[in-house]
C-alpha cells in the first residue's frame, strides 16, 4: 500500500538542536506487491477409480518449492479439478486456492495449475485393446 509519508524526530543533548536550523520536509515510501509462484503438481488415475487424496500437492514455503512467500505468512493451498471422467476428455485442468485470504493481497502471485489425468484402464476383461482405442481417439 501507500505511498506512506514518514518524518524522523532528532534527539540530541539539550541544547544542541538549537546549533542548527533544520528542515525536515520528510518522504513518502510505497510497500509493493512481493511476487510469488505457487507450483501445482500434475497428478492422474485410472478411468473408474476415485480421485486421489489428496487431488494433487503442490509448493509450500519450505525452501525449494513455492518461492517469494513468507514463512510466516503460513500460505497453504487446496485443490479442485476441472469436472470430467473421461479419457478422451482427459487431461482436465486443476487448479490451487490459496490461503489464508488476509495475507494473499501483499502478493502477485504466479500459478499456472497443472493437468489431471485420466489413464486408459487395461486390467480386466472389459478392457479395450488397441486397435478399438486408436478407433475410439479417431472418433469411429
Known sequence: GG?????TTLNAAAGVLANYIITNAGASFTINVRPATWTTNPNS???GDNDPVPL?????V???????FLVADGVTATYSRAAGETVLGS???????LAPAGVLSN?????AGANFT???WRGG???INDRQWFELRRGR
Do not use: F
Open 125 to 127: 476383461s472389459e478392457s
Open 91 to 97: 487431461p482436465y485442468h486443476i487448479s490451487a486456492t
Open 56 to 60: 494433487t500437492t503442490g509448493g509450500t
Open 107 to 111: 502478493y502477485s502471485v504466479t500459478n
Open 118 to 120: 485420466i489413464n486408459l
Open 45 to 47: 488415475k485410472t478411468y
Open 3 to 7: 505511498p506512506y509519508h514518514i518524518t
Open 62 to 68: 519450505a525452501p525449494g518449492s513455492g518461492t517469494g
